[in-house]
């Protein structure tokens, strides 16, 4: 069993900062995880999940939507089976839910559907 579990979110300021946290856990998945590529995506009502970020499994590689280059920093600390999304100069446009997933292959992809686990979300929310 898997688990990806999302910490984070809340309300904020147009402008404002917050930082996302995504803690994996599974007996198996454990031993893995400094395997696995770590994304994040979004979603917001009424339109469809778009990729936000992704890190490869040393963190020498990332990937970000145009939308959040210069803003979101995705990182990762490998000891302790976490992965953060620091969100700055937030926009009320980021408003979402946003989910971690984990992919166990080794390529950066910012296609969902290449992503084995997710996480429930947590729910960000920038005021104008």
């Known amino acids: 069993q898997v688990q990806l579990v999302e910490s984070g979110g809340g309300l904020v300021q147009a402008g404002g900062s917050l930082r996302l946290s995504c803690a994996a856990s599974g007996r198996t998945f454990s031993s893995s995880f400094s395997s696995s590529v770590m994304g994040w995506f979004r979603q917001a009502p009424g339109k469809e999940r778009e990729f936000v970020a992704a890190?490869?499994?040393?963190?020498?590689?990332?990937n970000y939507a145009d939308s959040v280059k210069g803003r979101f920093t995705i990182s990762r600390d490998n000891a302790k089976n976490l992965v953060y999304l620091q969100m700055n100069s937030l926009k009320p446009e980021d408003t979402a839910v946003y989910y971690c997933?984990?992919?166990?292959?080794?390529?950066?992809?910012?296609?969902?559907?290449?992503?084995?686990?997710w996480g429930q979300g947590t729910q960000v929310t920038v005021s104008s």
């Open positions: 997933a984990a992919r166990q292959r080794r390529l950066v992809v910012t296609a969902g559907r290449e992503y084995d686990y």
């Open positions: 890190i490869s499994w040393s963190g020498s590689v990332t």
